[in-house]
């Protein structure tokens, strides 16, 4: 017996349906996003994975995040730099000026 048309047209938009539906539920693409961001803004591992994951991770961000990419485009670039702590040369002699007597009494 072959099928009628209305069946398979039937059976394949059931199918697209369920297809659509469990996609919608997973979110590829929001996932894809998420972890693209992450890796962008959060990990040094891009940059040293080479070229080729560079173009990879990059080229997913703006596909998935394209506002987002462009607005980390467009934002200059500032330093993440942690104040390197100042030390006092006199340490030894302010030391004993706050009181400590030093030593074990």
Do not use: C
Request: aromatic share 8%; no cysteine.
């Amino acid at each position: 017996m072959k099928p009628d048309g209305f069946a398979v047209l039937g059976v394949t938009a059931a199918v697209a349906l369920v297809v659509g539906y469990l996609v919608g539920r997973v979110r590829p693409w929001q996932r894809l996003g998420n972890w693209a961001e992450d890796q962008v803004r959060f990990t040094g591992a891009w940059v040293r994975g080479g070229r080729v994951r560079q173009a990879v991770v990059v080229l997913v961000h703006v596909l998935v995040r394209p506002r987002t990419s462009w607005h980390i485009l467009r934002t200059p670039g500032t330093e993440a730099r942690v104040p390197a702590p100042v030390r006092d040369p006199n340490w030894v002699h302010n030391r004993r000026t706050t009181g400590d007597k030093g030593g074990t009494s």
